[in-house]
């Protein structure tokens, strides 16, 4: 996949204006006058006549963001519309355009069509001539086109096959299906024989258990004319063979392309963060057909790219060149920074680490992973990918995972990483479906995983290459492969095994090792890379599901330190502005029809497990706007629990990404921040237990043990204040302890029991608070409780909340006569980031909290709402 904003950074700059030069490359887009229409052969049309003449397109797009514009299909986000859709997924499609091509080629010029990605089975027709067919949405296609293009006028067309109706009477007819993932709620496949194994396209749009089943098909990535003559740069890769303190030897390669054999010189600048520059040069000779070039570079004291919160993400910025005859012929720029980065998997007394390690300092990995941006790809902007990226950076994550079963993400994504340090853990595309084994589909993936390595190769962002999720772990332990293992012949079992066995231990490991041998490559999440069983705690990294899948307790997230966490989830709905993007006000309960076509888990029957935990921590909501936030608050404090866990772990665990960040449309699901980008009760949360010093009181079996978890790369020497307090505000007992926190570490503090913290306090009306205080400054805060907030007697806490100005900005401060438990500032449809929320706030205490985003002061103070747990639930306070 390229990005379709400036995508395929090599074309970007060999793009030049005005006319062709002879020695160039130059890049016509086809992006504009695109028409569609329904294919005429399909079942479809008598149903839908309308869409059979040729309408307007965008390409990028799909055929249902084109309906969508024309009006021709309803929103497909809106209550229950999603079935209403389906039929464009099962139908084929006709796209063609009109364009100019100018003057005739000229003698000797290379001229070839260029598609970035086409979705998914699609013919390509020039001028009434059969020029390519596509199978791979994740593969750039080109074909030749010298002799099939004509001066001015020439029309371009290509015929895009529904995948379901392409393999669907193929799979029905095979001895067995191989297993997917969900099986589709509206009756186009039968149960149990899912066609999207069988093909390279997006898992997700198959339906997931966060997000809607739309099977996309059309043009969902730039098309363009390239022209080129005599010389062209294909690649260029600033290879690392050595970066430490001292000295950065980098290998500048080039990958040229060339019509006759001569003598040329390529060149190499580069300019460091501070504005230090340097170059080299090299005479090279030249044959006819390919070049792969390669030219030390040597950068003394390099300023290394660090992730964010251990130094800055430095980028060196390369401009390559290659000259023939003192004439520069073709060049490229691209930014990249310098580190070096290690899986490192020490054995131990736990088994076998699983860290990462840049430029030899040990990172936890605090974050959460990442799914696609929205069900049509092409709708995605770089603003939303920008806001959803900050918001991890502002929430204090380092790391992200690119789960597999997506696309691979444009360039502006992975740019932005780059730029804000946050370290990209990228799976391959593979989202958990047993794939086939045959050669031809895994000589295809070759392809696809090649131009996607050399693709991405240069962002420093990207730390690990996976390839794939939960397909080893699923075929080892889901009960609907160990039914298949039963049910075909041993020998077609060892097939399917050594398939998946070859294209993921060693075809994606192979490209990796060659493409990009400073990053490691992992061949499963979960796994232990083929050296044992998938999904053990002590090696490799571990999805944890027994809480929500499995219905546990969330205080079972205490009963397990895997190696790194690398998924574990809790569910919660959106915000009410949210919802009511998409519902109208009788669709407001939580098992109406359109909130259980918005809740994917389990068939909508999400909202019931939901309901459970609810129950479990906090007692009977009141009413269905106090079940939306007692939702989020429990997701946020279940995450919380075991993040922090994880964290006081260390070095037994060393990674905590959550599932998952953000969302694909607006519904309940595991996400922090929801489909419009507004932060619900976990990602405030997040932001405190992934800070960089933490304090963490791990509760279980009436005793408390307290550490100071810091990400420092120093020691510091602080203060734990350590409070006794009451629900009205007594002060039972306060005392404070010095404390030595080590470097990249967890730091154990003290372990009490509940009767040393309470003596005969009542624990159900009791808190303890820990200040963390470096240099008279609380630097990190937590507070315990001796029991689930439904068995405590929680008071009537008078919140009292006033908005004033603070210089340039608007302020609330949130004041409570006794404890508030879960205090939510709420502005309704007025979209405004909070410096914090979903806080807790001890009697006779204020909290400042800054307000950015919609409305103005007269305009927030009369959507000001603030609640807290008291609020929500059936008996409420305690008086």
Not at 114 to 136: H, M, Q, R, S, Y
Not at 404 to 410: A, D, E, L, V
């Amino acid at each position: 996949m390229r990005s379709h904003r400036g995508t395929l950074l090599l074309a970007c700059m060999w793009l030049v204006g005005g006319p062709a030069l002879a020695d160039g490359v130059t890049r016509q887009p086809l992006d504009q006058g695109w028409q569609f229409r329904l294919a005429a052969s399909s079942t479809a049309a008598k149903d839908h006549a309308d869409a059979t003449t040729w309408m307007p397109a965008q390409v990028p797009g799909s055929a249902q963001t084109d309906l969508l514009a024309l009006g021709k299909v309803p929103d497909p986000y809106y209550r229950d519309n999603e079935a209403a859709l389906q039929w464009v997924g099962l139908t084929d499609w006709d796209y063609q355009l009109t364009f100019d091509a100018g003057a005739k080629s000229a003698a000797g010029e290379h001229v070839e069509l260029v598609f970035d990605g086409l979705d998914t089975f699609a013919d390509v027709e020039l001028n009434g001539k059969p020029l390519l067919k596509a199978d791979n949405m994740f593969r750039q296609w080109r074909a030749p086109v010298e002799k099939s293009l004509h001066p001015g006028s020439n029309t371009l067309v290509v015929h895009l096959h529904s995948p379901i109706a392409r393999l669907l009477p193929w799979l029905l007819k095979q001895p067995y299906a191989l297993p997917g993932e969900f099986d589709t709620a509206f009756g186009d496949e039968p149960k149990g024989k899912q066609t999207s194994n069988y093909v390279r396209k997006a898992n997700y749009q198959y339906g997931w258990d966060w997000g809607p089943r739309y099977v996309t098909v059309g043009i969902w990535q730039p098309v363009w004319l390239e022209r080129w003559q005599g010389w062209k740069l294909e690649d260029f890769h600033v290879a690392q063979s050595r970066v430490d303190a001292d000295v950065a030897e980098l290998q500048a390669q080039f990958d040229v392309r060339a019509d006759k054999a001569g003598p040329a010189e390529v060149h190499v600048a580069w300019t460091a963060p501070d504005g230090t520059k340097g170059e080299n040069s090299q005479q090279v000779m030249l044959v006819a057909g390919q070049n792969h070039l390669s030219m030390p570079v040597h950068i003394d004291h390099p300023q290394r790219w660090w992730p964010v919160g251990y130094g800055a993400p430095n980028l060196y910025h390369f401009d390559a060149t290659v000259s023939a005859n003192g004439k520069e012929v073709t060049s490229v720029s691209r930014d990249t920074g310098l580190r070096t980065i290690e899986l490192r998997r020490d054995k131990d007394k736990w088994g076998r680490g699983f860290a990462f390690v840049v430029n030899g300092v040990p990172i936890f990995a605090k974050g959460a992973n990442l799914i696609p941006f929205d069900s049509f790809p092409s709708r995605v902007t770089d603003a939303r990918m920008q806001s959803v990226l900050q918001s991890a950076v502002d929430a204090n994550m380092n790391m992200l995972r690119m789960w597999g079963g997506g696309t691979y993400q444009s360039d502006a994504f992975y740019a932005m990483a780059d730029r804000m340090g946050l370290m990209i853990w990228q799976d391959f595309m593979f989202g958990g479906a047993i794939p086939p084994y045959d050669k031809a589909f895994r000589d295809s993936v070759r392809i696809e995983a090649t131009e996607q390595v050399r693709r991405l190769r240069d962002h420093p962002s990207i730390v690990l290459w996976a390839g794939n999720n939960e397909v080893q772990t699923g075929w080892e332990s889901w009960p609907d492969r160990e039914e298949l293992r039963k049910a075909i012949p041993k020998e077609e079992t060892a097939r399917i095994e050594n398939g998946m066995r070859e294209l993921f231990d060693h075809t994606l490991r192979g490209v990796v090792t060659d493409l990009s041998p400073g990053v490691p490559y992992w061949a499963s999440s979960p796994s232990t890379d083929y050296e044992g069983k998938a999904n053990v705690e002590t090696d490799g990294d571990f999805h944890s599901w027994e809480v929500w899948s499995g219905s546990k307790p969330i205080a079972h997230y205490l009963d397990a330190t895997p190696r790194f966490q690398s998924e574990y989830g809790l569910q919660s709905f959106p915000v009410m502005a949210t919802l009511e993007s998409f519902a109208k006000p009788e669709d407001m309960a939580a098992e109406s029809t359109v909130m259980r076509a918005h809740q994917k888990f389990d068939k909508g029957n999400g909202n019931q497990r939901l309901l459970l935990y609810i129950r479990q921590e906090y007692g009977e909501p009141k009413d269905f706007p106090s079940f939306v936030h007692l939702s989020q608050l429990m997701q946020a404090e279940g995450i919380e629990l075991a993040a922090e866990h994880l964290r006081s772990a260390r070095p037994q665990s060393m990674g905590s990404m959550y599932w998952q960040l953000n969302d694909v449309w607006p519904g309940a699901s595991w996400a922090s921040v929801d489909y419009f980008g507004r932060w619900k009760a976990l990602q405030y949360r997040a932001r405190h237990f992934y800070a960089p010093v933490d304090v963490v009181p791990i509760r279980r079996d009436g005793s408390t043990q307290v550490s100071v978890v810091s990400d420092r790369t120093e020691v510091f020497d602080a203060q734990l204040r350590t409070r006794v307090i009451d629900f009205d505000g007594r002060v039972l007992r306060d005392d404070t302890r010095p404390v030595h926190v080590e470097k990249l570490a967890s730091t154990p503090v003290t372990t009490t029991t509940d009767a040393g913290f309470l003596g005969k306090a009542d624990p159900a009306r009791t808190v303890v608070s820990f200040d963390l205080i470096e240099h008279g400054t609380v630097v990190a805060h937590h507070l315990l409780y001796f029991g689930a907030a439904r068995e405590l007697k929680l008071p009537k806490p008078d919140i009292e909340a006033t908005l004033h100005k603070d210089g340039g900005s608007i302020v609330v401060t949130v004041r409570a006569k006794r404890l508030a438990r879960g205090v939510w500032i709420d502005f309704g449809d007025l979209d405004s980031r909070l410096s914090d929320n979903a806080f807790d706030l001890l009697p006779g205490e204020s909290a400042d909290i800054r307000v950015s985003g919609n409305g103005d002061l007269d305009a927030l103070r009369r959507a000001l709402k603030v609640e807290s747990v008291v609020d929500w639930t059936k008996g409420g306070a305690s008086h």
